[in-house]
């Protein structure tokens, strides 16, 4: 999503994990779109916990200008063997 809004002309994106920590690929991904000139920033911020939300707008966006958009992409995913398959 970071490289397609970087395509369409955005110069600072901020993505949010429940982590903070870029790692493998994504930091690879990043990293390049941090030198083709689009600022990208990771913070730290769990979206279904409202202190971190409150957090992150108070502060976590510091020096950053104001938010044009949000796109909301997070899930959490629930694998095991117990869940019958059904087909």
């Known amino acids: 999503m970071a490289k397609w809004l970087a395509g369409k002309g955005a ?12 790692n ?24 279904a916990n409202r202190a971190d939300v409150d957090e992150l707008v108070m502060t976590g966006l510091h020096g ?5 958009g949000i796109v909301h992409g997070a899930m959490v995913l629930h694998v095991g063997t117990h869940m019958p398959y059904r087909y």
Do not use: F, Y
Not at 11 to 22: A, N
Not at 64 to 68: A, E, F, G, N, S
């Open 11 to 22: 110069k600072h994106i901020v993505l949010l994990s429940r982590s903070g920590v870029l």
């Open 64 to 68: 950053l200008p104001p938010v044009r």
């Open 24 to 47: 493998g690929k994504a930091k690879e991904e990043i990293d390049g779109l941090n030198k083709a000139g689009t600022q990208v920033v990771v913070r730290c911020c769990d979206v």
